[in-house]
Each structure stands twice: as C-alpha cells, then as structure tokens.
C-alpha cells in the first residue's frame, strides 16, 4: 500500500513538473482610435447640410440656427450641398403653463423665486445619407424661459400673471417677435440637445484606447521562445498601428494559429490556469483588433471561464457588443480625419478666393474628384478581397455546391485567383451591317483597355480609378478624350474582375442570387438564378434598380445566358443578354472552359440591336507587359 501511495505522489509531482511554472509581465499599449458613427454608410461622407421648415413666425431664428446649427463631429458644413442631410421641421412652440421655483438666500435670510414660462416644443427630424433614410425622430420636450429674474414672495403673483398675459396676448395676435416671450431660447435650448444626440448617433471622433496584453518572462519555459515571438511581432506592429492602419493579420496568422494549439495543448486545470489566462487574453486582444467579432468573443468568454486576475474578459466581450460593425469589420481604422482636414484646407482656400469664382469651380471640382477617387479605389480593392475570400470560402457561400462546380468548370478555385491579365481578340457581326469590325480587349487587377478597330478607333479605358473614352468620329483633342461619367465607370469597372471578363460570372452578386425553379433554356434543363436590386425614389418609395438573371446548365454546369434589366425612376431603361456558346479549354485555368462565342440582344433609348462576338484569341496570363497603356493611347494626352 505505501509503494501505490508513493507512486501515486510521484505521479503528482512530475505532472506539474512537467506544466511548468509560468510567470507574466503586463504590457499597456496606447493606440489612436475612432469613434464611429452607428451608420456604416457614412464613413466614406465627408460633408453635412442642414434644411429647415420652419413656421412664418421664426424667420429671424432659422436665420440664426442656420448659422449656429448643425456642427456634427466629423464632418465639414456645407450650406447646401453636403452628402449628409438633416432636415428639422419645427412648429411654433405653444405655451403651455407657468412654473415657480424657489432658493433660499442665506445672505438675506429670506426666499428668492423665479418665474419660468413653459413651452411644448415638437421638432421632427430626418437624416438621410443621399436618397437612405438613416432615421426619422420626434422630438417632443418642454422647454422653460425665465421670466425677469428673482421676485421676493410679494412680487410672484404679479410676474406669474404678467407672463400669462404676454402669452395670451401673442396667441391672440399671431405675434410672437417679443423677445421677452422666450421664443427663440426654448427653440435653441431643444436644438441644442437634438446636435447633442445627433453628434452621438452620427459623430466620429477620434480617441485613444489602452490595450493590455501579458507576456511570458519565464525563460526557462518549453513555451518560452515561441511567446516571445508573438511578442516581438505584435510589440512591433502596435507601435505602427495609426487611425489609417492596423494590424498585419498575415504576419500574425502563424502565432495566432500556435496561441490556439496551446489552449489544446494545455487544457483546463489550476495547474494550467497561468498560462490559458495568458493565451486567451492574448488571442482575445488580438483578434478585437484584427476586427474579427467572433474568434473576439469565442476567446473572451474563455477568459472570463479561465479569469481569476481581473475582468479583462468582459471588457473585452462589452468593447464587442458595443463597437458598431460593418461587414463584419468594427471599422477601427480608415482615412477619414485626412481627407477631412484635406477636404477643410480646399474649402478655406475657396472663401479667401471667393472673388475668383473660376478657380473656386476647380478646387471644388478637384476635392470632389479625390474624395471619389478615393471611394473608387477602396471599392475595387475591396471587391478583389471579397472575390478572393469567396473562392478561398466557397463551401461557406449560398448555392455552395452550384458554385463549387461552376467554378471547378471555370478551372478551380486556385486557378481563377491566379489569373492575372488576360485578352481577347474578337470578331463582330452586326445585324444588319455587313462590314466587318474587329476590337481587343486587354485586362489586368486594376486596368482595362477596349479597342474597336473598324471602321473607327474608339477606345474605353479604366486606370484603377480613372476612366476614359476616345472616338476619332470627334474633332479636336477635347473632344476626343472625354472623362466617363460615374454610371459608365460602374459599368466599365466590372471589367477589372477578371473573372466577370472572361465568364460574365458575377462573384460579387452571388450571395444576392435566389435559386428559382429549374428552367428550360436554349434547349438546355438550366439552374435559374435570379437578383432583383430595388432603391428607393426620390419620395422615398422603394422601386427597382437593376434585374439580373443567370442561366447555368445543368449538366456542364456552363454558364447558358446572362440578362440585365435596368430601371431608371422605376422605369425599364436598358436590357442586355447574352447568350454563351462554344466554350473550350484554357490552358492557363487548367484546361477550364470558357465561352469563345456571344450573342447580344440590347434594348435601350437606341432601340433594339443584336450583334455576334467570335473570340478568335483568347489569352490568360499573356505576357503584354504595360501595353494595356501603350503610347498610342497616351497621345490622347490624359489628365
């Protein structure tokens, strides 16, 4: 019996041996922080303007608000134009009772009272973002203004009756200009707290936060130089961290994958409790940083499970709950506050050269074009993540087996995301017209280039954000070159998805598609998929935008047609489709098949027009270096 018992104590002594004792050291970092708004479409609005209707009566205070009102943190004011509207509808205010309030004056040793008149102040307001209600609210409060100023307790029954007299007397005339009547301060004072809650609701503001991280100091821990890696790195990228720019996930991604194995390695127990207190603040930490809500929560919630030093864990899960995210990112960083103060220093050289209004035009016109520049580039980059996160995450999507073979038929996944630049080289048959005409189109990441050769040169260009067209038909070097508006640039830019250029197939609409009834098609048993966008009108009624419908066969899994309708104001405007045939093998997308024909039927203001494009030569991966921009198309001149 005394050899088990000691055995078993043996045992004991070399599990915990074998844990190792593990000491920390706290490490506070101080990083720059914004404080968003709770509206995810507003971090990319710079400006904000503020409408009144107010009743004939307060001419004089709209006048006055219009001046002192609305200063939304965040934002610059623009008197008309600003991307965020906040519209206040405000009815004259009614009286409503007279109040009494009292103070004892030691001094004096005697009663001090003051006399208020209470108004029922209503105040709708709306804020939009474009043609997007953000919200609409009543505010509905009553407001006091102090009548004259302290009465001893003889005086009160005169001021209360002289402040119901005035009242009365106003209602009576439809007057209410008197100053003394209070008007405008309860309307101010309300006001007041309506920017107040707007500021709190639609503000950004940038702020400093205190992030708490442990580190292993125990050197001769088996653990030891792997903690210390993690520590290193992240010790560097905190120093980086900036209202621009956060953390590095890629170079995080090894120590955070060895942090995990560690809560596996060392499960729970006292015995452990040191070191899963470490590895799960630490992951919890990092992962709110690198925006990621949910592993954030996972690992604060066992930090407060394993949390015996302090409540870092639920302060971890409130800074969570609490942080407003978008797309599942909690928005920390972003260029916000410089294009702001970028945006405010164009705006204060436009007052002091009010005189030269040509240039003003300019500077505008310039400011505007980077803010747009901006929100170009952003948007492109962040469509080529979500393309490349979709084929990284297809089991994950909507229709994940539709689109695992869509894609496996298009080359697979890798293949696609490795696709680089491509071209084609096109013959064209237009019904009705018999001369021929051949065009080339060349694709990159950020750049496409469409040259009709016959029986014009014509030319559509998208540069990363800038976006061109050029027709020979036109006289003069202005007229040939012509900036594209916004709608064509939207329509252009879809091309600089390499993946749209060569199959039409929409990655980024996918998860809108609904799967409809299977659907007899070109002869063909056909998945119908189908998308319809709606907007919302001017008088803010939804109506449609945009109405996509895919065709994908069923037994190659080959995309059959493609149609688009578009609505303006509700009506039907413009339809396309296209009709896909002969697909054959690209080496370079391991032999996935793409399609070497298209018919197009297009209906438009024009009126009906069906062509026929042969893709004589298609290349994936051509090595056509920066022709995309060669120097015949800068000839043009760009600017």
Excluded at 41 to 52: A, C, I, K, P, R
Excluded at 548 to 570: A, L, M, P, R, W
Aim: proline share 2%; hydrophobic share 35%.
């Amino acid at each position: 019996m005394k050899k088990t018992l000691l055995l078993v104590a043996l045992l004991v002594i070399a599990s915990v041996q074998a844990q190792e004792k593990i000491s920390s050291k706290k490490k506070k970092f101080y990083i720059s922080t914004i404080r968003y708004s709770e509206f995810p479409v507003l971090d990319n609005v710079l400006t904000q303007t503020t409408f009144y209707q107010m009743d004939k009566e307060l001419i004089q205070e709209e006048i006055i608000l219009k001046k002192n009102y609305f200063n939304i943190d965040g934002f610059i004011k623009d008197p008309a134009n600003g991307k965020l509207k906040i519209y206040l509808t405000i009815a004259l205010p009614k009286f409503n009772a007279t109040k009494v309030d009292s103070t004892f004056d030691k001094k004096r040793n005697s009663w001090q009272f003051q006399v208020y008149s209470n108004y029922d102040v209503r105040i709708k307001v709306d804020a939009k973002c474009g043609d997007k209600i953000l919200f609409t609210q009543d505010f509905n409060s009553i407001e006091s203004n102090i009548v004259g100023g302290s009465y001893e307790k003889g005086n009160v029954k005169l001021a209360i009756e002289l402040s119901n007299k005035r009242s009365a007397q106003a209602e009576k005339n439809n007057d209410y200009s008197a100053e003394d009547l209070g008007i405008d301060h309860v309307i101010y004072s309300s006001v007041n707290r309506i920017q107040n809650y707007l500021n709190y609701r639609l503000g950004y503001n940038v702020d400093q936060s205190k992030e708490r991280f442990e580190f292993v100091t125990s050197k001769g821990h088996s653990e030891y130089n792997q903690l210390l890696a993690f520590e290193n790195e992240i010790t560097a990228q905190m120093e980086k961290v900036t209202l621009e720019k956060g953390l590095d996930e890629k170079l995080l991604a090894p120590h955070l994958q060895y942090l995990e194995s560690l809560l596996v390695k060392y499960p729970p127990s006292p015995v452990n409790e040191n070191i899963r207190f470490i590895v799960t603040n630490n992951l919890a930490e990092t992962y709110f940083m690198l925006e990621n809500k949910e592993k954030a929560l996972m690992y604060a919630n066992l930090l407060v499970e394993n949390d015996k030093q302090d409540s870092r864990g639920s302060s971890i899960i409130k800074r969570v709950n609490n942080g407003y995210f978008a797309d599942k990112k909690i928005r920390s960083h972003t260029s916000r506050f410089a294009d702001l103060k970028k945006l405010g220093v164009k705006i204060a050289e436009e007052k002091e050269e009010l005189r030269l209004a040509f240039f003003e035009k300019i500077e505008q016109q310039d400011a505007e074009w980077e803010i747009e520049k901006s929100n170009r580039e952003a948007k492109l980059e962040k469509a080529k993540l979500q393309r490349y996160n979709m084929l990284d995450s297809i089991a994950y999507q909507l229709n994940a087996n539709l689109l695992a073979k869509v894609v496996d038929n298009l080359g697979g996944s890798q293949a696609l995301k490795k696709v680089e630049k491509a071209h084609f080289f096109s013959k064209l048959s237009i019904e009705g017209n018999k001369v021929p005409q051949t065009e080339e189109k060349w694709a990159t990441n950020s750049n496409y280039l469409l040259r009709k050769k016959m029986p014009e040169s014509y030319y559509e260009i998208v540069n990363g954000a800038e976006s061109w067209t050029h027709d020979d038909r036109e006289s003069g070097l202005n007229a040939k070159w012509a900036k594209s508006s916004t709608y064509d640039y939207t329509n252009l830019s879809k091309n600089v998805d390499l993946i749209n250029f060569l199959t039409d197939l929409r990655l980024d609409l996918w998860n809108n598609f609904e799967v409809l009834e299977d659907e007899m098609y070109e002869g063909r048993l056909c998945y119908h998929l189908n998308y319809f966008e709606k907007t919302l009108s001017s008088g803010n009624r939804t109506i449609p935008k945009t109405d996509y419908h895919v065709f994908i066969d069923k037994e190659n899994f080959n995309i059959v047609s493609t149609e688009k309708t578009e609505f303006d104001n509700g009506n039907k405007s413009f339809f396309e489709k296209r009709l896909f045939g002969d697909y054959r093998p690209v080496a370079a997308l391991n032999s996935g098949k793409i399609p070497h024909k298209v018919n197009y039927e297009i209906e438009d203001f024009n009126g009906e027009t069906q062509y026929q494009e042969i893709r004589e030569k298609v290349e994936v991966n051509p090595v056509f270096g920066n022709r995309i921009f060669m120097k015949e198309v800068y000839f043009g001149g760009f600017k």
